[in-house]
């Protein structure tokens, strides 16, 4: 177990913000017309981000109800059973699951922290 310091905690946030970026980048790209193999693509990278998300979420108390959300996403992207909308659908929830990924704020708790240092 490693001791909390303020530059420890700016690595923490730093490794949280790129975590975000990476997370919602792909959801963005595919607001774009692609071949429908990226979308596949997708699939495996946003289920399994989503079911992270998720976990670190139910670890906190603060963001805990936040895990309801990014469970059904992770179940939406799931590769395995795949949910089919029409297009203009998917590129809702792709804006929709890009924002939560961009906006969730990083939990305080000690071991959200250890997660990303």
Not at 35 to 58: D, E, H, Q, S, V
Request: overall charge neutral; aromatic content about 16%; hydrophobic content about 55%.
């Amino acid at each position: 177990m490693t001791e909390t310091t303020p530059a420890n905690d700016g690595q923490s946030f730093f490794r949280f913000q790129v975590a975000k970026a990476i997370s919602a980048a792909p959801l963005l790209i595919a607001l774009l017309e692609l071949p429908y193999g990226y979308y596949i693509l997708l699939r495996l990278w946003t289920c399994p981000l989503a079911i992270a998300a998720a976990y670190a979420c139910f670890c906190t108390q603060k963001f805990k109800w936040l895990a309801i959300p990014f469970g059904i996403i992770a179940l939406m992207f799931n590769p395995l059973i795949p949910v089919h909308f029409e297009r203009e659908v998917w590129q809702v929830i792709d804006f929709i699951v890009a924002a939560m990924f961009l906006l969730i704020p990083m939990p305080q708790s000690k071991e959200f922290k250890e997660m990303f240092s």
